[in-house]
Protein backbone atom coordinates (compact mmCIF):
# COMPACT_ATOMS: atom_id res chain seq x y z
CA UNK A 1 0.00 0.00 0.00
CA UNK A 2 1.24 3.62 -1.12
CA UNK A 3 1.49 6.21 1.54
CA UNK A 4 -0.50 9.26 2.22
CA UNK A 5 -0.06 12.65 1.03
CA UNK A 6 0.24 15.38 2.91
CA UNK A 7 -0.23 18.92 2.11
CA UNK A 8 1.25 20.98 5.32
CA UNK A 9 0.50 24.57 5.67
CA UNK A 10 3.06 26.19 7.85
CA UNK A 11 4.70 29.69 7.63
CA UNK A 12 7.69 29.03 10.53
CA UNK A 13 10.58 27.29 8.70
CA UNK A 14 11.71 25.34 11.99
CA UNK A 15 8.40 23.82 12.42
CA UNK A 16 8.11 22.68 8.68
CA UNK A 17 11.61 21.26 8.95
CA UNK A 18 10.30 19.24 12.23
CA UNK A 19 7.56 18.30 10.90
CA UNK A 20 9.28 16.84 7.55
CA UNK A 21 11.61 14.83 10.07
CA UNK A 22 9.11 13.91 12.10
CA UNK A 23 7.10 12.33 9.45
CA UNK A 24 10.12 10.83 7.78
CA UNK A 25 10.63 8.75 10.34
CA UNK A 26 6.75 7.78 11.19
CA UNK A 27 5.42 6.80 7.71
CA UNK A 28 8.67 6.57 5.36
CA UNK A 29 6.12 5.95 2.61
CA UNK A 30 4.37 9.24 3.02
CA UNK A 31 4.78 12.58 0.89
CA UNK A 32 5.08 15.62 2.62
CA UNK A 33 4.37 18.88 0.33
CA UNK A 34 4.89 22.42 2.24
CA UNK A 35 3.45 25.53 1.52
CA UNK A 36 3.89 28.32 3.44
CA UNK A 37 0.60 30.47 4.08
CA UNK A 38 -3.33 29.75 3.02
CA UNK A 39 -2.56 31.38 -0.39
CA UNK A 40 0.00 28.69 -1.40
CA UNK A 41 -2.52 26.18 -0.32
CA UNK A 42 -5.21 27.58 -2.72
CA UNK A 43 -1.92 27.57 -5.29
CA UNK A 44 -1.20 24.19 -5.16
CA UNK A 45 -5.14 23.12 -4.50
CA UNK A 46 -5.89 24.26 -7.87
CA UNK A 47 -2.50 22.97 -9.44
CA UNK A 48 -2.06 26.55 -10.36
CA UNK A 49 1.65 28.55 -11.02
CA UNK A 50 4.60 26.93 -10.35
CA UNK A 51 2.19 23.69 -8.64
CA UNK A 52 1.03 22.96 -11.81
CA UNK A 53 3.24 20.17 -12.30
CA UNK A 54 0.97 16.79 -10.72
CA UNK A 55 3.62 14.19 -10.57
CA UNK A 56 5.67 16.73 -8.56
CA UNK A 57 2.71 18.28 -6.39
CA UNK A 58 0.52 15.34 -6.09
CA UNK A 59 -2.98 16.55 -5.13
CA UNK A 60 -3.30 16.04 -1.50
CA UNK A 61 -5.04 13.41 0.66
CA UNK A 62 -4.76 15.29 3.77
CA UNK A 63 -4.20 18.95 4.53
CA UNK A 64 -2.73 19.50 7.82
CA UNK A 65 -2.44 23.37 8.64
CA UNK A 66 -1.30 25.94 10.84
CA UNK A 67 -3.63 28.73 12.13
CA UNK A 68 -1.64 31.72 12.37
CA UNK A 69 -0.04 32.38 9.23
CA UNK A 70 0.49 35.70 6.68
CA UNK A 71 -1.06 36.74 3.32
CA UNK A 72 -4.13 33.78 4.26
CA UNK A 73 -4.45 32.24 7.20
CA UNK A 74 -5.63 28.89 8.55
CA UNK A 75 -9.53 29.85 9.57
CA UNK A 76 -9.58 31.62 5.74
CA UNK A 77 -8.40 28.34 4.19
CA UNK A 78 -10.40 25.95 5.86
CA UNK A 79 -13.81 28.16 5.06
CA UNK A 80 -12.21 28.28 0.93
CA UNK A 81 -11.77 24.74 1.42
CA UNK A 82 -15.31 23.95 2.90
CA UNK A 83 -17.17 25.96 0.32
CA UNK A 84 -16.05 24.11 -2.19
CA UNK A 85 -17.33 20.92 -3.69
CA UNK A 86 -14.12 18.95 -4.76
CA UNK A 87 -11.70 20.48 -2.00
CA UNK A 88 -14.60 19.74 0.98
CA UNK A 89 -13.93 15.77 -0.03
CA UNK A 90 -9.94 16.28 1.49
CA UNK A 91 -9.97 15.87 5.26
CA UNK A 92 -8.21 18.84 6.84
CA UNK A 93 -6.43 18.44 10.37
CA UNK A 94 -5.26 21.75 12.20
CA UNK A 95 -1.74 22.00 13.53
CA UNK A 96 -1.33 25.05 15.35
CA UNK A 97 0.25 26.11 18.84
CA UNK A 98 -3.13 28.27 19.33
CA UNK A 99 -5.04 27.05 22.61
CA UNK A 100 -7.72 29.54 22.10
CA UNK A 101 -11.22 28.13 22.52
CA UNK A 102 -12.11 30.41 19.59
CA UNK A 103 -10.12 28.99 17.31
CA UNK A 104 -10.89 25.73 18.06
CA UNK A 105 -14.76 26.16 18.01
CA UNK A 106 -14.05 27.80 14.58
CA UNK A 107 -11.80 25.26 13.30
CA UNK A 108 -14.59 22.61 14.08
CA UNK A 109 -17.45 24.83 12.60
CA UNK A 110 -15.30 25.12 9.18
CA UNK A 111 -15.06 21.34 8.75
CA UNK A 112 -11.45 20.62 10.38
CA UNK A 113 -11.32 16.55 10.74
CA UNK A 114 -8.91 17.11 14.10
CA UNK A 115 -7.15 20.22 16.23
CA UNK A 116 -4.06 19.21 17.86
CA UNK A 117 -1.58 21.41 19.44
CA UNK A 118 1.82 21.51 18.20
CA UNK A 119 4.10 20.12 21.04
CA UNK A 120 7.08 21.55 22.25
CA UNK A 121 9.18 18.00 22.48
CA UNK A 122 10.45 16.66 19.59
CA UNK A 123 9.48 13.36 21.13
CA UNK A 124 5.68 14.14 21.73
CA UNK A 125 5.92 15.41 17.85
CA UNK A 126 7.49 12.23 16.57
CA UNK A 127 4.41 10.72 17.93
CA UNK A 128 1.91 12.80 17.23
CA UNK A 129 3.34 12.58 13.24
CA UNK A 130 3.06 8.25 13.80
CA UNK A 131 -0.60 8.51 14.99
CA UNK A 132 -1.26 11.23 12.09
CA UNK A 133 0.30 8.68 9.76
CA UNK A 134 -1.27 5.66 10.54
CA UNK A 135 -4.46 6.67 11.08
CA UNK A 136 -4.87 8.07 7.44
CA UNK A 137 -2.66 5.40 5.76
CA UNK A 138 -5.46 2.96 7.35
CA UNK A 139 -8.25 5.31 6.86
CA UNK A 140 -7.23 6.84 3.20
CA UNK A 141 -6.34 2.40 2.44
CA UNK A 142 -9.86 1.35 3.55
CA UNK A 143 -11.64 4.16 1.36
CA UNK A 144 -9.35 3.10 -1.63
CA UNK A 145 -10.88 -0.30 -1.26
CA UNK A 146 -14.28 1.10 -1.26
CA UNK A 147 -13.89 2.26 -4.32
CA UNK A 148 -12.19 -0.71 -6.15
CA UNK A 149 -15.03 -2.54 -4.86
CA UNK B 1 -75.50 103.14 74.23
CA UNK B 2 -76.26 100.71 71.08
CA UNK B 3 -74.91 100.99 67.78
CA UNK B 4 -76.09 103.82 65.42
CA UNK B 5 -74.76 101.79 62.40
CA UNK B 6 -77.60 100.58 60.25
CA UNK B 7 -77.25 97.11 59.14
CA UNK B 8 -76.95 97.23 55.65
CA UNK B 9 -74.63 100.05 55.46
CA UNK B 10 -72.48 97.69 57.84
CA UNK B 11 -72.57 94.70 55.55
CA UNK B 12 -71.88 96.98 52.80
CA UNK B 13 -68.89 97.98 54.82
CA UNK B 14 -68.26 94.52 55.45
CA UNK B 15 -67.79 93.55 52.15
CA UNK B 16 -65.65 96.60 50.91
CA UNK B 17 -63.33 95.13 53.80
CA UNK B 18 -63.39 91.85 52.57
CA UNK B 19 -63.00 93.16 48.91
CA UNK B 20 -59.62 95.51 49.87
CA UNK B 21 -58.41 92.54 52.13
CA UNK B 22 -58.56 90.53 48.81
CA UNK B 23 -57.09 93.17 46.62
CA UNK B 24 -54.13 93.81 49.27
CA UNK B 25 -54.08 89.66 48.81
CA UNK B 26 -54.04 89.33 44.99
CA UNK B 27 -51.49 92.50 44.67
CA UNK B 28 -48.54 91.99 47.36
CA UNK B 29 -48.24 88.54 46.88
CA UNK B 30 -44.82 86.80 46.23
CA UNK B 31 -46.56 84.95 43.24
CA UNK B 32 -47.92 86.00 40.19
CA UNK B 33 -51.27 86.87 39.76
CA UNK B 34 -53.93 87.00 37.00
CA UNK B 35 -57.85 87.09 36.30
CA UNK B 36 -58.28 86.00 32.82
CA UNK B 37 -61.25 85.97 30.87
CA UNK B 38 -62.61 82.59 29.53
CA UNK B 39 -63.79 83.92 26.50
CA UNK B 40 -60.78 85.27 25.15
CA UNK B 41 -57.95 84.35 27.23
CA UNK B 42 -57.22 88.12 28.22
CA UNK B 43 -55.61 89.31 30.45
CA UNK B 44 -58.22 91.44 33.20
CA UNK B 45 -56.35 92.12 36.08
CA UNK B 46 -52.58 91.07 36.83
CA UNK B 47 -50.65 92.10 40.12
CA UNK B 48 -47.58 93.73 40.40
CA UNK B 49 -45.31 90.20 40.49
CA UNK B 50 -46.57 89.37 37.15
CA UNK B 51 -45.72 92.70 35.78
CA UNK B 52 -42.37 92.31 36.80
CA UNK B 53 -41.70 88.22 36.04
CA UNK B 54 -43.45 88.98 32.23
CA UNK B 55 -41.52 92.74 31.85
CA UNK B 56 -45.43 93.81 30.91
CA UNK B 57 -47.13 96.49 32.32
CA UNK B 58 -50.66 95.63 33.50
CA UNK B 59 -51.56 97.87 30.82
CA UNK B 60 -50.45 95.71 27.63
CA UNK B 61 -51.08 92.42 29.74
CA UNK B 62 -54.80 93.49 29.58
CA UNK B 63 -54.49 93.36 25.59
CA UNK B 64 -52.73 90.23 25.41
CA UNK B 65 -54.03 86.65 25.58
CA UNK B 66 -52.13 83.80 27.75
CA UNK B 67 -51.57 82.23 24.51
CA UNK B 68 -49.60 85.44 23.06
CA UNK B 69 -47.03 85.12 25.99
CA UNK B 70 -47.03 81.22 26.07
CA UNK B 71 -43.74 79.77 24.51
CA UNK B 72 -44.68 78.35 21.38
CA UNK B 73 -44.45 74.69 21.86
CA UNK B 74 -46.14 74.80 25.30
CA UNK B 75 -48.98 76.88 23.75
CA UNK B 76 -50.78 73.58 22.83
CA UNK B 77 -50.42 71.50 26.36
CA UNK B 78 -51.92 74.67 27.71
CA UNK B 79 -54.87 75.05 25.35
CA UNK B 80 -55.80 71.13 26.38
CA UNK B 81 -55.43 72.05 29.59
CA UNK B 82 -57.60 75.35 29.93
CA UNK B 83 -60.10 72.80 27.31
CA UNK B 84 -60.36 70.10 30.28
CA UNK B 85 -60.99 72.93 32.87
CA UNK B 86 -63.64 74.58 30.49
CA UNK B 87 -65.29 70.98 30.56
CA UNK B 88 -65.34 70.60 33.93
CA UNK B 89 -62.36 68.40 35.06
CA UNK B 90 -60.29 69.46 37.98
CA UNK B 91 -56.45 69.68 37.60
CA UNK B 92 -54.25 68.17 40.45
CA UNK B 93 -51.10 69.18 38.92
CA UNK B 94 -50.00 72.68 38.20
CA UNK B 95 -48.76 73.55 35.17
CA UNK B 96 -44.94 73.55 34.34
CA UNK B 97 -44.33 75.60 30.88
CA UNK B 98 -42.35 78.91 29.89
CA UNK B 99 -43.79 82.00 29.35
CA UNK B 100 -41.83 84.99 26.68
CA UNK B 101 -41.22 87.78 28.25
CA UNK B 102 -41.24 91.26 26.79
CA UNK B 103 -37.60 91.35 26.17
CA UNK B 104 -38.14 87.94 24.68
CA UNK B 105 -36.35 86.30 27.85
CA UNK B 106 -37.70 82.36 28.35
CA UNK B 107 -38.98 82.05 32.08
CA UNK B 108 -40.01 78.95 33.59
CA UNK B 109 -42.97 78.83 35.74
CA UNK B 110 -45.19 76.90 37.36
CA UNK B 111 -49.40 77.73 37.07
CA UNK B 112 -52.20 77.05 38.40
CA UNK B 113 -55.24 77.47 37.10
CA UNK B 114 -58.68 77.57 38.33
CA UNK B 115 -62.38 78.70 36.71
CA UNK B 116 -64.46 80.68 38.64
CA UNK B 117 -68.30 79.94 37.68
CA UNK B 118 -71.61 81.86 38.14
CA UNK B 119 -74.59 80.01 40.14
CA UNK B 120 -75.54 78.62 37.17
CA UNK B 121 -72.41 76.51 36.91
CA UNK B 122 -71.05 78.76 33.83
CA UNK B 123 -67.48 79.58 33.43
CA UNK B 124 -67.20 82.88 34.49
CA UNK B 125 -63.46 83.70 35.07
CA UNK B 126 -60.59 82.06 34.98
CA UNK B 127 -58.03 82.53 37.94
CA UNK B 128 -54.22 81.98 37.49
CA UNK B 129 -51.33 81.58 39.73
CA UNK B 130 -47.89 81.33 38.50
CA UNK B 131 -44.53 81.32 40.34
CA UNK B 132 -40.98 81.73 38.58
CA UNK B 133 -39.34 78.05 38.93
CA UNK B 134 -36.47 79.44 36.20
CA UNK B 135 -33.64 78.99 38.87
CA UNK B 136 -35.27 75.28 39.57
CA UNK B 137 -35.53 74.34 35.93
CA UNK B 138 -31.75 75.66 35.48
CA UNK B 139 -30.45 73.32 38.13
CA UNK B 140 -32.34 70.61 36.78
CA UNK B 141 -30.97 70.83 33.48
CA UNK B 142 -27.54 70.89 34.60
CA UNK B 143 -27.81 68.34 36.82
CA UNK B 144 -29.13 66.53 33.62
CA UNK B 145 -26.22 68.17 32.00
CA UNK B 146 -23.70 66.64 34.05
CA UNK B 147 -25.49 62.79 33.78
CA UNK B 148 -25.13 63.44 30.84
CA UNK B 149 -21.30 64.20 30.64
CA UNK B 150 -20.63 61.24 33.25
CA UNK B 151 -22.86 58.71 30.90
CA UNK B 152 -20.36 59.81 27.95
CA UNK B 153 -17.37 59.57 30.18
CA UNK B 154 -18.37 56.31 31.68
CA UNK B 155 -19.42 55.06 28.03
CA UNK B 156 -15.69 56.28 26.94
CA UNK B 157 -13.76 54.75 30.01
CA UNK B 158 -16.34 51.29 29.56
CA UNK B 159 -15.01 51.44 25.84
CA UNK B 160 -11.26 52.08 26.78
CA UNK B 161 -11.74 49.11 28.98
CA UNK B 162 -12.81 46.97 26.31
CA UNK B 163 -9.98 48.08 23.77
CA UNK B 164 -7.79 47.27 26.65
CA UNK B 165 -8.90 44.16 27.61
CA UNK B 166 -8.94 42.85 23.74
CA UNK B 167 -5.16 44.01 23.31
CA UNK B 168 -4.55 42.09 25.99
CA UNK B 169 -6.63 38.76 24.16
CA UNK B 170 -4.00 39.78 21.02
CA UNK B 171 -1.09 40.24 23.52
CA UNK B 172 -2.12 36.81 24.89
CA UNK B 173 -2.63 34.69 22.01
CA UNK B 174 1.21 36.54 19.93
CA UNK B 175 2.35 35.28 23.93
CA UNK B 176 1.55 31.78 23.01
CA UNK B 177 2.29 31.42 19.20
CA UNK B 178 5.05 34.04 18.42
CA UNK B 179 6.77 33.00 22.08
CA UNK B 180 6.09 29.18 22.00
CA UNK B 181 7.58 28.42 18.39
CA UNK B 182 11.02 29.68 19.23
CA UNK B 183 10.57 27.47 21.87
CA UNK B 184 9.88 24.51 20.18
CA UNK B 185 12.69 25.20 17.85
CA UNK B 186 15.11 25.81 20.56
CA UNK B 187 13.63 22.22 22.04
CA UNK B 188 14.02 20.65 18.89
CA UNK B 189 17.08 21.00 17.75
CA UNK B 190 18.69 20.50 21.21
CA UNK B 191 16.60 17.01 20.69
CA UNK B 192 18.25 16.96 17.33
CA UNK B 193 22.02 17.44 18.43
CA UNK B 194 21.63 14.64 21.64
CA UNK B 195 20.46 12.01 18.80
CA UNK B 196 23.41 12.67 16.42
CA UNK B 197 25.80 12.95 19.61
CA UNK B 198 28.11 9.82 20.04
CA UNK B 199 27.42 7.92 22.95
CA UNK B 200 30.40 8.24 24.15
CA UNK B 201 31.04 12.12 23.48
CA UNK B 202 32.02 14.51 26.32
CA UNK B 203 29.51 14.40 28.99
CA UNK B 204 29.05 17.91 29.73
CA UNK B 205 27.86 18.41 26.15
CA UNK B 206 24.63 16.32 27.24
CA UNK B 207 24.56 17.71 30.19
CA UNK B 208 24.61 21.13 28.82
CA UNK B 209 21.96 19.82 25.81
CA UNK B 210 19.50 18.51 28.75
CA UNK B 211 19.38 21.92 30.83
CA UNK B 212 18.62 23.33 27.65
CA UNK B 213 15.58 20.63 27.37
CA UNK B 214 14.63 21.50 30.72
CA UNK B 215 14.68 24.68 30.78
CA UNK B 216 12.53 24.88 27.65
CA UNK B 217 10.10 22.74 28.96
CA UNK B 218 9.68 25.13 32.14
CA UNK B 219 9.27 28.01 29.68
CA UNK B 220 6.60 26.40 27.49
CA UNK B 221 4.80 25.78 31.05
CA UNK B 222 5.46 29.28 32.47
CA UNK B 223 3.77 30.28 29.06
CA UNK B 224 0.81 27.73 29.07
CA UNK B 225 0.31 28.94 32.77
CA UNK B 226 -0.12 32.60 31.93
CA UNK B 227 -2.51 31.77 29.29
CA UNK B 228 -4.45 30.07 31.68
CA UNK B 229 -4.34 32.73 34.13
CA UNK B 230 -5.18 35.54 31.78
CA UNK B 231 -8.34 33.20 30.19
CA UNK B 232 -10.37 32.54 33.50
CA UNK B 233 -11.05 36.06 33.93
CA UNK B 234 -13.26 35.64 30.52
CA UNK B 235 -14.26 32.29 30.59
CA UNK B 236 -17.75 31.23 31.11
CA UNK B 237 -18.74 29.53 34.35
CA UNK B 238 -21.35 27.49 34.93
CA UNK B 239 -21.63 27.21 38.82
CA UNK B 240 -23.64 24.25 40.09
CA UNK B 241 -23.72 21.37 42.96
CA UNK B 242 -21.17 19.62 42.85
CA UNK B 243 -19.84 17.04 45.62
CA UNK B 244 -16.63 18.02 46.42
CA UNK B 245 -15.55 14.15 46.42
CA UNK B 246 -15.96 14.19 43.29
CA UNK B 247 -13.23 16.67 42.58
CA UNK B 248 -10.88 15.06 45.29
CA UNK B 249 -11.35 12.25 43.01
CA UNK B 250 -10.82 13.47 39.68
CA UNK B 251 -7.47 15.49 41.23
CA UNK B 252 -6.32 12.34 43.00
CA UNK B 253 -6.70 10.24 39.41
CA UNK B 254 -4.89 12.94 37.39
CA UNK B 255 -1.88 12.49 40.08
CA UNK B 256 -2.06 8.58 40.73
CA UNK B 257 1.39 8.64 38.85
CA UNK B 258 2.64 11.25 40.68
CA UNK B 259 1.52 9.82 44.16
CA UNK B 260 2.74 6.16 43.28
CA UNK B 261 6.25 7.61 42.33
CA UNK B 262 7.11 9.58 45.58
CA UNK B 263 5.03 6.71 47.54
CA UNK B 264 2.86 9.43 49.16
CA UNK B 265 0.20 8.94 51.57
CA UNK B 266 -2.85 10.59 51.03
CA UNK B 267 -5.43 10.25 53.51
CA UNK B 268 -9.29 11.40 52.26
CA UNK B 269 -11.05 12.13 55.01
CA UNK B 270 -14.83 11.97 54.69
CA UNK B 271 -17.50 13.48 54.38
CA UNK B 272 -16.44 16.13 51.85
CA UNK B 273 -19.91 18.15 51.40
CA UNK B 274 -21.26 19.48 48.06
CA UNK B 275 -20.51 22.85 47.04
CA UNK B 276 -21.49 25.56 44.75
CA UNK B 277 -19.12 25.32 42.18
CA UNK B 278 -17.37 23.86 38.52
CA UNK B 279 -16.08 20.33 38.50
CA UNK B 280 -13.38 20.36 35.95
CA UNK B 281 -12.16 24.16 37.77
CA UNK B 282 -12.37 22.26 41.13
CA UNK B 283 -10.63 19.04 40.15
CA UNK B 284 -7.78 21.14 38.64
CA UNK B 285 -7.17 23.58 41.93
CA UNK B 286 -7.69 20.35 43.98
CA UNK B 287 -4.94 18.46 41.83
CA UNK B 288 -2.72 21.64 41.93
CA UNK B 289 -3.03 21.91 45.95
CA UNK B 290 -2.39 18.08 46.10
CA UNK B 291 0.43 18.35 43.88
CA UNK B 292 2.23 21.40 45.72
CA UNK B 293 2.16 19.45 48.58
CA UNK B 294 3.24 15.94 47.20
CA UNK B 295 6.21 18.35 45.60
CA UNK B 296 7.48 20.50 48.31
CA UNK B 297 8.87 17.74 50.68
CA UNK B 298 12.17 17.56 52.03
CA UNK B 299 14.08 15.14 50.48
CA UNK B 300 13.71 11.82 51.26
CA UNK B 301 10.69 12.52 53.65
CA UNK B 302 7.91 10.22 52.67
CA UNK B 303 4.73 13.10 51.91
CA UNK B 304 1.54 12.48 53.98
CA UNK B 305 -1.37 14.55 52.98
CA UNK B 306 -4.43 15.16 54.62
CA UNK B 307 -8.00 16.08 53.06
CA UNK B 308 -10.70 17.16 55.03
CA UNK B 309 -13.84 19.37 54.85
CA UNK B 310 -15.02 21.82 57.34
CA UNK B 311 -18.58 23.12 56.87
CA UNK B 312 -20.52 26.14 58.94
CA UNK B 313 -23.78 27.90 58.24
CA UNK B 314 -23.73 28.40 54.70
CA UNK B 315 -20.16 27.97 53.84
CA UNK B 316 -17.73 24.29 52.76
CA UNK B 317 -13.79 24.51 53.28
CA UNK B 318 -11.65 22.30 52.02
CA UNK B 319 -8.42 21.60 53.58
CA UNK B 320 -5.01 20.10 51.84
CA UNK B 321 -2.44 19.49 55.05
CA UNK B 322 0.84 18.49 54.13
CA UNK B 323 3.79 17.55 55.90
CA UNK B 324 5.90 19.35 53.72
CA UNK B 325 9.03 22.02 54.50
CA UNK B 326 6.68 24.72 55.13
CA UNK B 327 6.05 28.35 54.44
CA UNK B 328 7.75 31.58 56.25
CA UNK B 329 5.25 33.79 57.95
CA UNK B 330 6.99 36.21 56.33
CA UNK B 331 6.24 34.58 52.67
CA UNK B 332 2.85 33.53 53.85
CA UNK B 333 0.50 36.82 52.02
CA UNK B 334 2.48 36.51 48.70
CA UNK B 335 1.78 32.96 47.98
CA UNK B 336 -1.12 34.14 45.66
CA UNK B 337 0.64 35.98 43.55
CA UNK B 338 1.68 36.14 40.11
CA UNK B 339 5.28 34.89 39.72
CA UNK B 340 5.50 35.07 43.94
CA UNK B 341 7.97 32.13 43.52
CA UNK B 342 9.84 31.45 46.73
CA UNK B 343 13.87 30.67 47.19
CA UNK B 344 12.76 27.09 48.42
CA UNK B 345 10.25 26.58 45.21
CA UNK B 346 13.22 27.19 43.12
CA UNK B 347 14.51 23.31 43.36
CA UNK B 348 11.14 22.48 42.74
CA UNK B 349 9.68 22.25 38.92
CA UNK B 350 6.24 24.68 38.51
CA UNK B 351 5.54 28.14 36.70
CA UNK B 352 4.86 29.95 39.95
CA UNK B 353 1.65 30.82 38.62
CA UNK B 354 -0.39 27.70 39.74
CA UNK B 355 -1.51 29.66 43.31
CA UNK B 356 -2.62 32.93 41.44
CA UNK B 357 -4.42 30.76 39.06
CA UNK B 358 -6.38 28.73 42.13
CA UNK B 359 -7.06 31.95 43.82
CA UNK B 360 -8.50 33.47 40.99
CA UNK B 361 -10.55 30.44 39.94
CA UNK B 362 -11.91 30.30 43.52
CA UNK B 363 -12.45 33.90 43.29
CA UNK B 364 -14.80 33.67 40.58
CA UNK B 365 -16.58 30.46 41.64
CA UNK B 366 -17.83 33.26 44.54
CA UNK B 367 -15.14 31.67 47.42
CA UNK B 368 -11.94 32.62 49.37
CA UNK B 369 -8.42 30.88 50.03
CA UNK B 370 -6.07 30.55 52.21
CA UNK B 371 -3.30 28.73 54.17
CA UNK B 372 -1.55 28.33 57.59
CA UNK B 373 1.62 27.02 57.95
CA UNK B 374 4.73 26.14 60.18
CA UNK B 375 8.23 26.34 58.88
CA UNK B 376 9.43 22.84 58.61
CA UNK B 377 6.57 21.16 59.91
CA UNK B 378 3.81 21.96 56.97
CA UNK B 379 1.39 23.92 55.23
CA UNK B 380 -2.16 23.55 55.28
CA UNK B 381 -4.22 25.06 52.38
CA UNK B 382 -7.58 25.51 51.94
CA UNK B 383 -10.25 27.01 49.66
CA UNK B 384 -14.13 27.76 50.89
CA UNK B 385 -17.28 28.02 48.52
CA UNK B 386 -20.85 28.71 49.22
CA UNK B 387 -22.74 25.09 50.25
CA UNK B 388 -24.52 23.53 48.02
CA UNK B 389 -27.48 20.13 48.31
CA UNK B 390 -27.47 17.89 46.04
Known amino acids: MTGTTF ?40 GAGEFANRSLHPTPDVVITDLKMPHMNGLELLRLMQADTKWRQVPRVVLTSSTAPADVSAAFDLGAAAYLIKPVALQELNTMAKAISDFWRLSIGLSRLDRLR | ?13 LHRQTEEEYRVFFEVAAVGNAIVDVGTRTFLRVNKYLEKLTGYSEHELRRLTIGAITHPDDRAADLERFRKMMAGETLEEPSEKRYIRKNGEVVWVSATETIVTNVEGVPRLEIVVVSDITARKRAEAEVECLRRKLELKVAERSAELADKSSQLEAFTYTVAHD ?30 LQRIKDATRRLDTLIRDLLAYTRIAEMELSVHPIALQLAVDDALRMLANEIDRCAAEVRVEPPL ?65 VFE ?25 GGSVGLSSVEGQGSMFWFELRKAEL
Not at chain 1, 8 to 36: C, H, K, S, Y
Open chain 2, 1 to 13: MAPATPRPTEDGE
Open chain 2, 273 to 337: PAVYGERTMLGHVVCHLLSNALKFVARGKRPVVRVFAEENSDRVRLYIADNGIGIPPQHQDRMFR
Open chain 2, 179 to 208: LRAPLRAINCYAEYVSEALPPLEDKRVANC
Open chain 1, 7 to 46: LVVEDDENDAEFLRTAFRRAGPDDRLQIVRNGEEAVRYLS
Open chain 2, 341 to 365: RLEAALCHPGSGIGLALTKKVIERL
